[in-house]
């Protein structure tokens, strides 16, 4: 079975500095997704970004990229210019890729990490 | 369509009642998921459905659980026999079935149960 594992209970850091947040995870497969998903206090969750297993590049949306190790199953996010908006719980979530069948698309979740923004 | 709704968004019963929790997804998706968060914790997936029909139910989905997807459009989550460990916020996401490696989740508010 898949596991998701992100060893940062939380996180903090200045406004309009960087910041990563960690994640790995263990599978047999060799093609899956990995997404990180921001949820803000009392407000629902959102998809930050995602990355392809067969992509090497690593995926980029605006201030957020990941640094994407297949080898190592290592999955993290960086924050860039951080702002106050980004204080939220960040999760770290896997799902095997539909190619295989066998599963049905659910999200396996990391723990989360909290994040918090200092002004 | 201005995305996934759920309802109530909080629910406090007592132990032993029954409860029921709707999840009405974005228009066009046919796939509609229920996850279970507890304090602390990441989103545990429960069960699935693709259109009407439910096609994969968690271990964690006990017999007191059941769910409905009448017409591949919105959902219902029951809980009977509600216990203190059903406390717990639940969530409902929903999306494409991805067909060309597509198939992100939306997910909904959510609803706090609270069982004294």
């Known amino acids: 079975a898949q596991t998701v594992t992100q060893s940062q209970p939380e996180m903090s850091v200045q406004e309009a500095e960087t910041v990563t947040l960690s994640c790995t995870y263990d599978?047999?497969?060799?093609?899956?997704?990995l997404f990180w998903y921001k949820q803000p206090p009392s407000r629902q969750m959102i998809l930050v970004i995602r990355?392809?297993?067969?992509?090497?590049q690593n995926a980029t949306e605006n201030r957020f990229s990941v640094n994407f190790q297949k080898a190592a199953k290592s999955f993290s996010l960086k924050i860039s210019d951080s702002q106050l908006g980004d204080a939220a719980m960040y999760f770290c979530a896997y799902r095997s890729s539909m190619n295989y069948g066998g599963s049905q698309g659910n999200l396996i979740f990391g723990k989360g990490t909290k994040l918090s923004v200092k002004p | 369509d201005t995305g996934v709704s759920q309802d109530p968004r909080h629910k406090i019963t007592k132990r032993g009642q029954n409860v029921t929790f709707r999840c009405d997804p974005i228009?066009?998706?046919?796939?509609l998921y229920w996850y279970r968060q507890t304090l602390g914790q990441g989103p545990e997936f429960l069960t699935y459905f693709q259109n009407e029909a439910q096609l994969e139910k968690s271990r964690l989905l006990s017999d007191r659980f059941s769910a409905e997807r009448p017409k591949g459009s919105f959902s219902t989550l029951e809980i009977q026999r509600t216990e203190q460990g059903d406390s717990a916020m639940y969530l409902c996401?929903?999306?494409?079935?991805?067909?060309?490696?597509?198939?992100?989740?939306?997910f909904g508010p959510g609803t706090r149960l609270t069982v004294t």
């Open positions: 996401a929903s999306s494409l079935a991805p067909r060309d490696r597509g198939g992100e989740q939306y």
């Open positions: 990355q392809e297993a067969y992509k090497q």
């Open positions: 599978t047999s497969e060799s093609d899956y997704y």
């Open positions: 228009s066009e998706h046919n796939r």
